[in-house]
């Protein structure tokens, strides 16, 4: 058996060492990793590793186009484990573990062991994971079970946010007057003159859109090909709400609240105005106010109105 090695004290603390094995019997990895970890070894580190010498002889066998297949080959490839060993007495058992294992390292073909001091380890202790609070958890689940069928119209009503509605050819630095009127509302609707939903317009393409004549080397940092000069430039034409909104994107009143969430997330979007069948705009919800239903509404307004 190994000689046991002895314990040594520096400040009053035990010292770590590191345990490196070059295995050559790759049988016995399996059975070798789950007795270390049954003795107390915290964690090991495998690496592919090959031994100079014989691999100095199977190139000169093989030739030097074989490099590539220098770790496939089982003449040549080899593991080495690093594991890193604070407590004496782990140590001592790994170490005793290995050599039973690979019937001593005296023989040939039984790879390399190696006890090295460390003189600072960290990371050998961690902290144990912080459960997840299902309570939590299920309190969401459970509202989403309540509202994920019920109806957009059903949230839009809930919480009874006005829409802001601006037309096309609305001025653009008339619009955050509309907006401060509805704090929560972060999406504004684009609309024709027969008040048909016809684009979109967020606080971000609005700050953007105003903000480009106040610092404008913001936006010419971005500039780096022809495709950037000619946008650069194209912002300096926009005036109204037609030239900055996107595509519109909406919900029915009777579309469920599951569909307006994914229309949201897929569009990157806080909110979505509700339509008629004409695309009339009668509503708006909000990222905001889906969330709040889910998690602080047990019940869909259906559902509570008949339990009363």
């Not at 650069?232 to 030239?243: L, M, N, P, Q, Y």
Request: with cysteine; proline share 6%; charged share 25%.
């Amino acid at each position: 058996m190994c000689a046991s090695v002895a314990p040594d004290r520096r400040g009053g603390k035990f010292m770590a060492h590191l345990i490196v094995l070059v295995l050559d019997n790759m049988t016995v990895l399996p059975t070798l990793l789950e007795t270390w970890q049954s003795v107390g070894v915290p964690g090991v580190t495998i690496l592919q590793s090959t031994g100079a010498y014989r691999t100095q002889k199977w190139l000169r066998r093989m030739g030097l186009g074989a490099l590539d297949r220098l770790f496939e080959s089982e003449e040549t490839s080899r593991r080495t484990l690093l594991a890193a060993v604070e407590d004496d007495v782990v140590l001592e058992r790994a170490l005793a573990e290995a050599e039973r294992l690979t019937g001593g390292f005296d023989h040939p073909e039984s790879g390399l062991l190696l006890v090295l001091p460390v003189s600072r380890a960290l990371g050998l202790h961690k902290s144990p994971k912080r459960e997840m609070d299902m309570g939590a958890h299920e309190a969401t689940h459970s509202g989403w079970l309540a509202w994920h069928n019920r109806s957009a119209a059903d949230i839009a009503a809930l919480f009874n946010l006005r829409p802001v509605v601006v037309r096309r050819d609305t001025v653009l630095d008339q619009i955050p007057q509309a907006l401060m009127a509805q704090p929560d509302v972060q999406v504004v609707c684009v609309t024709s003159e027969d008040d048909v939903l016809v684009g979109l317009l967020t606080i971000s393409d609005l700050a953007n859109a105003l903000l480009f004549y106040e610092v404008p080397e913001e936006f010419l940092s971005e500039v780096t090909d022809l495709e950037g000069v000619i946008e650069f430039v194209e912002r300096s034409r926009v005036r109204t709400a037609a030239d900055v909104m996107k595509p519109p994107v909406w919900v029915r009143q009777d579309d469920p609240v599951k569909l307006a969430f994914k229309r949201m997330r897929q569009h990157q979007l806080p909110g979505l105005p509700v339509v008629d069948e004409i695309y009339h705009i009668v509503g708006y919800i909000s990222m905001l106010a889906l969330l709040l239903a889910v998690c602080c509404q047990p019940h869909s307004p259906r559902e509570q109105h008949g339990a009363e």
